[in-house]
């Protein structure tokens, strides 16, 4: 078990049902493990302490076969451990989380992506270890 932070585990980011289904190999490099224990450094982990409660990860490190199955842009920065994204359980609270990422972390991109029929929210952000945009896109329909 690797620890990335004290609230995050390197497995909440690996494990993917997809992958499973199809038999793929989701091993990350160290490399990538390293962006990914930075992404909790700089944004999961100063998010999860002012939440107060657990921050559920949908989907963190994609290889680049998993990123095509699950209709992943290709240059998807889930594939090189920088990028994850946050289950909601409603949008208001996705709107708090964006609020405080947005005015406590350095992070590259901030998406507040929903589904076509605008019934599911999550929060797509990624933090790279420099060169970081603070790019924000309040709604982004996937
Ligand atoms: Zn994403």
Redesign the pocket.
Known sequence: MIQLTRHFRLSEFTRSRTADAHGIDNTPTLAIVSSLQHLCQQVLEPLRLWAGQPIIIN?GYRCPELNRLVGGVSNSQ?QSGE?A?IRLPDKATGQRYAEFILENCRFDQLLFERNSSGTYYWL?VSCKHKDNRQMFRPNVKV
């Open positions: 989907s889930h990028a994204d797509h």
